[in-house]
């Protein structure tokens, strides 16, 4: 039979068979008279033992051993395979968990989950100055913290949430989006004042708690400073760094 013929039987492709001789588990015949490559019934039972052997995983480079050795005494390798199988699957649970996590909390598939909610709470528009800024630290600071620190991100945020009025976030956030370049001293203290007297209790509160550890603070602290220069204007940049001072 013909090449063609040999792949419509075996289910395959004959760029897949052309491969398998290439990788050397189904040997190549010689070409007859005619130029073309006749195989045989032997080749058909090969072609569909290494599609089963395929089938459950095992990499074409292990194949010749087990297609031309003993086919009993493969546990070793089989436990391997169900070895890798358990973990892929815990791996595809975690991934379907996370994507319920993230339906339930309304968030983007990029951005933290845990903090989706407050996000939105916080007036986070991504359209706008501070929440385009805020998304994006979230998703940096979400990773630099872990799991563990995002947790603590988010009971903090829900500190915030209960304890500050959303009108007063999102007056603050109007404010702050409306700040120009040329902004001058004045209207920025009056933004900062008003907003740092309602956050203040909340951190007086969470003074006393354990806070989000960083693994590298320096580093951290370098890239979201370096974050928020580059994606706000001067105005803007000034006001944040005025409130990060206050209510440090």
Known sequence: MKSHELASLADVTVRALRHYHQVGVLPEPERGSNGYRDYTVLDLVRLLRIKRLAALGIPLEKMPAMLDGEPHGQDELLDRLEHDLEVEIERLRAQQSLIRVIRANEAAPDFPPELARFFALFGGESTTASGRVDREQAILLAHLVGDAGTRQLAAMYESIAQNISRADILTFVRGF?????????????????????????????????????????????????????????????RAAERLIARLS
Do not use: K
């Not at 806070?211 to 928020?228: D, F, I, S, W, Y």
């Open 177 to 237: 989006d409306a700040l120009s370049e040329t902004a001058d001293d004045a209207e920025i203290d009056d933004l900062v004042d008003r907003f740092a007297r309602s956050l203040a209790p909340v951190f007086a509160q969470l003074a006393g708690t354990a806070g989000t550890e960083l693994p590298n603070e320096q580093q951290a602290v370098a890239l979201l400073g370096e974050h928020q220069r580059s994606s706000l204007n001067s105005g803007q940049n």
